[in-house]
Every structure is written in structure tokens, then in C-alpha cells.
């Protein structure tokens, strides 16, 4: 089964075509690597699986079912189960939460009853090794800690599609290293399919079932690895 | 953004905001306009412009150095300077205009243009200064190299002025809708008159709505004029933002230059709030008959009894229309931002409730409050409330949407993809993030209505305001009694914003 296809999907910004046409389909379960120069679409791709851009032809279905149709969003980004770790060191964390209340507002966001909040909490602090750190709001972390608590709020409502944008580039080789085999760790363990955004394969290869090469916005090299 | 929220509160916007004007435009037929056009309208349209250039005029000229100073070099004690030179916006320009006509013979337009040019020269400052911080570093250092300090700021200039001809078109629009500081000034001198002490006076002897607002369509039209372009600098000011890589920039030596620089910014305070402030103080405690502190203590006495009820109705309303306009102004300044070339598109529309002047608004609100079904609004303290919360909701909604533009929308895209519904977002993400905005633009509110006479003076509700005592008892003869009631208008005014500083590390975002 697929998770995720894209059917002749076409992105502009500013009236200028960004992306596309695209068409792919990711087998649940899988790990895909995009690279390609700068704007070559790739942040694009990932911002237009997850509903935060809204293409202008063509469609995306999630597990065979239709998230957007043309500009139609059928399905919200909210309900889309999708985990997004944004390019750049910690970015889009929330400046005025701590690391344990970030994670709580997920939860809470999902219903996750009150009594499990905690526990799945630590569980997720505990996989991203930020044990100590519950307390602390993003200013008060390092660029690789930051890149860790976005990652554990990308995972905390169990999404079924992980979406890394460069999640290892502002770190050193190796933590980098480190990140790159934790997730890996998750993925294979919680059955993810994950899409990771890279300009540099290396970091990710070992791990990747296929690669994807964009370039004008377009698929230039499909392969499997 | 959620649908349902922004519909809410642009409903809640054209009630409080637009209604007002509209019901007062309807009841304009042609037989009023025939007033608009004669040689009086002319020469009051005249001297309104004049008063309000030279106001704005005076705010940039002191406001730019100053905004330079205090943010950018090394000036002794620039951070304290820089926090006092807010004091002069939150005085009710009133109150100064009655100091300043004690301490000098400045009488007519010259001490009209004075008095609200030193009382609106802080945002001019305050907007100069942020422009100046958020020049890159890098950027400034290549100037230096190239030619000192001089051939920086000939480069910065460009760069900072967008801002500061914003605010100084605020200035000019405050200043040509000021009533009060004219008609004060005329009571205690030759008689000069502007445009919104004649609306006024058309409306006190005819109570002809029609009349009243077409003999104010020139001072609408001149408002307008200023505000459609203070938009396009607003834009371009918020465009001089921080970039990813941003380095601030260093603190500029002054050199010999630094002494004459703290004499400069301490004479504009002294002109601007310290003076009028130490005159207040020395006629509550006996003025020329002899400076005592028995005399003052009586006169804070005397004026805390007369003036207790007062006092409580415009602290009651001012935190009243703050409670409503700050969240109504969160939904509608956040859209408007995030809405993008819709946003913009409808960025006009959120000045209007300030394109009228102030008397007319009030007007406005007795047209549409001032019927059967709604008179036990309009006779409570609700009318003020929600007048004041109609007219100063622009600053609320700028202000939110100029922090929502240096807000990176991948802070709400995460908290979407995380689950979080639009209403969910705005109250945990959206709002705790902006809270030096939300808070600081609320407090604007706040001090704008403790100081808000013209749009109220009308109004039997905002009659029990303390500002309004103020105003009468400024025309029946001063004494002690009035200056220290000033005075404890101007505590009320300024503690907040004080209370805030002093304990709270947090910098208010107020800008709108």
C-alpha cells in the first residue's frame, strides 16, 4: 500500500511554477531521500504533502485518501497525521514553552488523556535523549538540542509520515551521526515512512529505500537504493 | 486563521469601528454640504493643516535625533533616557498645554503647534529607534570604514526615515484632531480656532448631525490624505526587518560629542515632560502665592476627594475598552498580516475609526447608540467603553499585525501540523508569542483613553471622566486643586507602562 501518492502535482508561488509536475508514490514504511540544489522545490514537496501550501493542479492522497485536489484542501494539515521537522536549528519551536510543555500541548492537541501525558512525555524526552533539559524553553538550548525537542514534537501524536527538511544540518558531524541512527531507530520501529529534504546524501544514504533527485522543480533521477 | 474568529471580529470591528461613521455619513444630505465651501471652512481647513505640519514637523526634528541617541550611542544613561522619553505621549496633551501657558506668554498656533508636536515626538522617537536597531551591523561597519560616522547615518537615513515619517504622520493626524489643546489655549489667550473646535462648537448649538459631519469632511478628507500613505511606509519600515543572519549592531562612540548629546536629550524631556510636570507640582503646592508642602498635601487631598468618582470611571473604562479591543484587535491584526495581498488590500480599511476626527466619532456613537433599543448602553458606562474601544482598535490591530510579520510562520504551521485548530493556535501559540505586543498595545489603549477627551466630550456617560473634570475645571479658574489632579491623571496614566519596566525583563512591543 502506498502512503503517500502525488498525481501531476503543480505548486506556484507568486505566479511562478516552483514545483512540478510531480508524480510519485512512496510505499508505506519506507524511507525517501529528495536531494537537488537550492530551489530545486524540495522544502516545496515536503510543505506541499502537508497541506501548508496549497498546489494548483494536481492531487495528494495520504493512504489512498484525497488530501487536496487542485487548491482544494480536503484535508486539513492538522488532521493529516503528518510530523514535520523544519530546516534550521530548532526552527518553529514555540519561544514561550518549555520542552515538557511543548510536547504536552501535542498531546493535548490529539485528547491524549491526562494521565498518559506523562508518560508519553518522558518516553519521548527519553528517545531523544533530552533528559534534564523538560524544563528549559527553546533560547535556553543548543542548536542540537533544539533540533531534538522538534524532533520528539514531530513524533509525539505517532504520525504515520515523518517529513525531515535538512534536520541535521546545523549539527556537528557527530551528532549528526547520532540523530540521523535515532531516527532511523524510530522509524523502523513505529513503522514510519519518512521523507527526508537533504542537500547532503551522506548523512542519510545508509538508511534511505530510494532516492529522489529534484531539480527545476521536477523528479530528474528516481531510484531505489 | 479560523473563519468563524475573523468573521466575529470583523463583525465586532464594524460595530465598534465603522458603524459610527456610517450611520453618521447617511445622515449628511445635500443641503449640509453647502457650509463645507465657504471662505471660514477654507481658512480653518488652513490653519488645521498648518498646525498639524508644523506639529509633525517638530515630532521628526526632535524625534529622530533623539531616537538615534538613546538607542544607538553611548549617551550617558541612554536606557533610562530612552524609557523617559515615552513620558511626554502619555501625558493628556491638555495637561501640558495648562503648564506651558503658566511658565510662558506662548499664546495662538505657535503654542498649539509646540504642545502636541513635544507631546507626539515619541513616536517619532520610538519608531526612529527601532528602525536604527535593526540596521545590520555589517551594513553600518562598511559605512564607517568608508567615511566615520557621518557617511553611516547618510546611509542609515534612508533606511530609518520610512519609520519615522510613519509615526510623524500620526503625529500630524493627532495633532489636526486635537480639540482640546486649542481651545484651551484659547481660553486663556486670543481666540484660535482649528477644525475640530468648530465641529464641535456646530454640533453644541445646532445638535444637527448632518452639519456637524459635513463641516468635518475637509478635516476627513486632509486625515485621509495623511493615513494612505503612512500605510505604504509602514510597509516598507517593517521590510527593514531583521534577516536570518541579523548581527546587531554596535553601540556608537559619541566622543566630545557625547556631553552636548546628553544636554540635548535632557532639554527635550524638560521641554517635553519634566517641566510641565515640576509646574503641575509647584501650583498644587501654592504657586506663586508660596510653594509648601501643607498646601500640596491639601491640594492632592482635595483633589483625590473631589475627583475619587472620576477617577474610577476612566480607569473603569480605559481598562474596559483595553479588555475588548485587545482581543478583537489579536483576531483581525493577525489575519490581516497573515492574509497577504487580501491583508493589505484591506489594510485601509482598519484605519478609519482614526481618519474621522475624534468629536465626529463621538457623534457617531450617539447616532447609533442613542436609540430606544440600545439606551441602557447608551446611558451606562458601556458607551465610553465601547466608544474607546472603536475609535483606538487600529493601534491594536497594527501593532498585533507588525509583531505577527517578525513572528516566523513556521511557529504556527508546527503547532497546526501538531493538531492544534485555529482557535487553539491563536490562544497557546500565537498569542503567548506576541505578548509584548498584545500586552503593550492594550496598554496603549489604556493610556489613550485615560487621556481621550474629544471623542467623548460629547457623550453623558465619558462625562464622569476624570479628564473631562479636568477640562472644566481648567476653564473655571486654576488652583492647587487642579494641578494636582492633573497629576494624579498623569500617575494613572504612566504606572502600568512603569510597573511593567520595573519588573518585567520583557521589552513592550507598542508600534503599530
Known amino acids: ?225 | 486563521m479560523s473563519r468563524p474568529l475573523v468573521l466575529l471580529g470583523l463583525l465586532a470591528f464594524t460595530l465598534l469601528g465603522l458603524a459610527p461613521i456610517a450611520l453618521m455619513a447617511l445622515r449628511v444630505d445635500a443641503g449640509d454640504l453647502h457650509g463645507m465651501f465657504s471662505e471660514r471652512s477654507s481658512e480653518l481647513l488652513w490653519r488645521t493643516a498648518l498646525l498639524g505640519v508644523g506639529a509633525a514637523l517638530t515630532a521628526l526634528l526632535v524625534g529622530i535625533p533623539y531616537g538615534f541617541l538613546v538607542s544607538r550611542t553611548d549617551v550617558p544613561a541612554a536606557n533610562v533616557w530612552r524609557v523617559a522619553g515615552v513620558l511626554p505621549i502619555l501625558l493628556p496633551p491638555l495637561v501640558v498645554a495648562m503648564s506651558w501657558a503658566g511658565m510662558t506668554d506662548l499664546r495662538g498656533g505657535l503654542a498649539t503647534t509646540l504642545v502636541l508636536g513635544l507631546c507626539t515626538f515619541p513616536l517619532v522617537a520610538l519608531y526612529a529607534a527601532r528602525a536604527f536597531e535593526r540596521i545590520d551591523g555589517r551594513q553600518e561597519e562598511a559605512a564607517l570604514l568608508v567615511g566615520g560616522l557621518r557617511t553611516a547615518l547618510k546611509a542609515e537615513l534612508p533606511l530609518v526615515m520610512p519609520s519615522a515619517l510613519f509615526a510623524a504622520t500620526f503625529a500630524f493626524v493627532l495633532a489636526i484632531n486635537d480639540f482640546a489643546v486649542p481651545d484651551y489655549v484659547s481660553s486663556v489667550g486670543p481666540k484660535w480656532s482649528v477644525y475640530a473646535d468648530e465641529v464641535f462648537a456646530s454640533w453644541r448649538s445646532s445638535k444637527d448631525t448632518g452639519a456637524a459631519v459635513a463641516s468635518a469632511l475637509p478635516l476627513v478628507l486632509l486625515t485621509a490624505l495623511a493615513l494612505w500613505p503612512a500605510l505604504e511606509l509602514r510597509r516598507r519600515s517593517l521590510m527593514t526587518s531583521f534577516s536570518g543572519d541579523f548581527r546587531a549592531p554596535a553601540t556608537l562612540r559619541l566622543g566630545v560629542w557625547r556631553w552636548p548629546a546628553l544636554i540635548f536629550v535632557l532639554a527635550v524631556l524638560c521641554a517635553s515632560a519634566f517641566a510641565p510636570l515640576g509646574r503641575l507640582v509647584w501650583e498644587a503646592g501654592g504657586g506663586p502665592r508660596g510653594f509648601s508642602s501643607s498646601v500640596l498635601q491639601a491640594s492632592f487631598e482635595r483633589a483625590i476627594e473631589l475627583g475619587r468618582a472620576n477617577l474610577a470611571s476612566s480607569l473603569t473604562f480605559a481598562v474596559g475598552a483595553a479588555l475588548i479591543a485587545v482581543p478583537i484587535g489579536l483576531v483581525l491584526g493577525h489575519a490581516l498580516e497573515r492574509a497577504g495581498t487580501l491583508g493589505r488590500r484591506l489594510a485601509p480599511l482598519v484605519l478609519v475609526p482614526l481618519a474621522v476626527p475624534a468629536i465626529l466619532f463621538g457623534i457617531g456613537g450617539i447616532a447609533l447608540w442613542n436609540r430606544p433599543i440600545t439606551g441602557a448602553i447608551y446611558d451606562s458606562g458601556w458607551m465610553a467603553v465601547l466608544l474607546f474601544a472603536g475609535r483606538f482598535l487600529p493601534f491594536v490591530v497594527l501593532a498585533i499585525a507588525a509583531a505577527t510579520a517578525m513572528l516566523d510562520p513556521r511557529v504556527e504551521e508546527s503547532a497546526r501540523l501538531a493538531g492544534a485548530g485555529p482557535a487553539r493556535r491563536l490562544a497557546r501559540i500565537v498569542a503567548p508569542a506576541l505578548s509584548p505586543a498584545v500586552i503593550g498595545s492594550g496598554l496603549v489603549v489604556f493610556v489613550l483613553s485615560m487621556r481621550e477627551l474629544d471623542a467623548a466630550i460629547l457623550v453623558p456617560a465619558a462625562n464622569s471622566t476624570v479628564l473631562f473634570r479636568l477640562y472644566n475645571a481648567v476653564h473655571f479658574g486654576r488652583d492647587g486643586y487642579v494641578a494636582a489632579l492633573a497629576l494624579l491623571v498623569v500617575f494613572f496614566v504612566i504606572a502600568p507602562g512603569l510597573l511593567w519596566t520595573l519588573f518585567c525583563r520583557r521589552r513592550l512591543e507598542v508600534l503599530p
Open chain 1, 1 to 225: 500500500m502506498n502512503a503517500l501518492s502525488l498525481e501531476n502535482l503543480r505548486v506556484e508561488l507568486g505566479g511562478k511554477c516552483v514545483l512540478g509536475p510531480i508524480d510519485l508514490r512512496i510505499p508505506a514504511g519506507t524511507w525517501t531521500l529528495f536531494v537537488g540544489p537550492s530551489g530545486s522545490g524540495k522544502t516545496t514537496l515536503l510543505r506541499a504533502i502537508a497541506g501548508l501550501v496549497a498546489p494548483v493542479a494536481g492531487r495528494v492522497l495520504l493512504a489512498d485518501l484525497v488530501a487536496s485536489d487542485g487548491p482544494r484542501i480536503s484535508i486539513p494539515p492538522e488532521r493529516r497525521a503528518i510530523g514535520l521537522v523544519f530546516q534550521g536549528g530548532g526552527a518553529g519551536l514555540w519561544p514561550h514553552m518549555s520542552v515538557r510543555a511543548t510536547l504536552e500541548f501535542v498531546l493535548a492537541a490529539h485528547k491524549v488523556p491526562r494521565a498518559d501525558r506523562a508518560r508519553r512525555i518522558a518516553e519521548l524526552v527519553e528517545l531523544v535523549e533530552l533528559r534534564g533539559l523538560e524544563g528549559r524553553r527553546p533560547g535556553e538550548l543548543s542548536g542540537g538540542e533544539a533540533q531534538r525537542v522538534a524532533l520528539a514534537r514531530a513524533l509525539a501524536h505517532d504520525p504515520k509520515l515523518l517529513l525531515l527538511d535538512e534536520p541535521l544540518g546545523p549539527l556537528d558531524a557527530r551528532l549528526r551521526h547520532d540523530l540521523a541512527a535515532r531516527i532511523h531507530d524510530v522509524h523502523t520501529r513505529r513503522g514510519l515512512t519518512t521523507l527526508h529534504v537533504t542537500h547532503d546524501p551522506d548523512e542519510a544514504l545508509p538508511f534511505a529505500d530510494r532516492t529522489v533527485r529534484l531539480e527545476g522543480g521536477r523528479i530528474a533521477v528516481e531510484k531505489l537504493d
